[in-house]
């Protein structure tokens, strides 16, 4: 799947996109964080327990409690700010 | 019922025409026009002035999201038409950044889905401020009025 970052996140993680392919037992948004975090000083910190984050789904907000079975793009950002 | 997310200025007088010469129902049209306001932010001893800002926002998911607010002012409120145009990119200070515009028969649902449209956008719309100082890059914190205005239009929600 692949995994997407935004705004600050971006800048912390060191990248905008990445193509990731988790093992089985990663099954919900929950799951992918505490895997991502492995990958780098980068990653660990954007994704920090605490840290004020949401995700999405395939363009959609879902709660870290979401599945990720069929998921194709799975997105991690700030609050958003816009208007 | 139209979205866009667009890198340039638009035209107010000239989006308010279009919309209500395609439907002579609209009795009342209530409008917001967002822009980018000089601030000052202090920051431990220092003081600066922010000019510009870069928005950026996630393209795919953006519009799908400004759909669904609007889609969901229409479900609330007997609308005749809404407009959302929001930018992205670098903007100055003094620079317009969103329009929502919303046109019904009568006035009341006019002014109340255009603060919902507002509302909504701020705080479940895929967008990120990225303020330019003196000092460097700073990325806007989200506002906690912005979360409460936003909630206070979740018990309304229909039945």
Redesign the interface.
């Known amino acids: 799947m692949k995994v997407?970052y935004?705004?600050?996140m971006k800048r912390t993680v060191g990248l905008a996109e990445e193509q990731v392919e988790p093992p089985a037992d990663v099954r919900t948004i929950a799951d992918l964080v505490a895997w991502l975090r492995a990958r780098s000083a980068g990653h660990a910190e954007a994704l920090a327990e605490g840290a004020?984050f949401g995700a999405?789904i395939d363009?959609?907000?879902a709660p870290f409690d979401a599945p990720l079975a069929g998921a194709q793009e799975v997105?991690f950002?700030?609050?958003?700010?816009?208007? | 019922m139209t979205v866009r997310v667009q890198e340039e200025d638009f035209d107010v007088g000239a989006e308010l025409e279009r919309l209500t010469q395609a439907n002579k129902r609209i009795g009342g049209l209530t409008v917001f026009v967002?822009l980018v306001r000089e601030m000052h932010m202090r920051e431990g001893l220092h003081r600066d002035r922010i000019d510009a800002l870069t928005?950026?926002?996630?393209p795919?998911?953006t519009e799908?999201?400004l759909e669904e607010i609007e889609a969901e002012a229409h479900q609330r409120w007997p609308l005749e038409a809404t407009l959302i145009v929001?930018r992205y990119g670098r903007l100055a200070a003094g620079d317009r950044?969103?329009l929502v515009a919303a046109g019904s028969p009568h006035r009341e649902a006019a002014f109340e889905a255009c603060a919902f449209l507002?509302d909504w956008?701020?705080?479940?719309?895929?967008?990120?401020?990225?303020e330019d100082t003196a000092a460097g890059e700073k990325?806007?914190?989200?506002?906690e009025g912005?979360a409460e205005a936003a909630a206070r239009w979740e018990g309304k929600a229909k039945a």
Do not use: C, N, Q, S
Request: net charge positive; aromatic share 18%.
């Open positions: 997407r935004f705004a600050w004020a999405a363009h959609r907000t997105a950002f700030p609050p958003f700010t816009g208007g | 967002g928005l950026e926002h996630y795919g998911m799908k999201a929001h950044i969103v507002v956008l701020k705080t479940k719309a895929p967008f990120w401020k990225l990325w806007v914190g989200a506002h912005d």
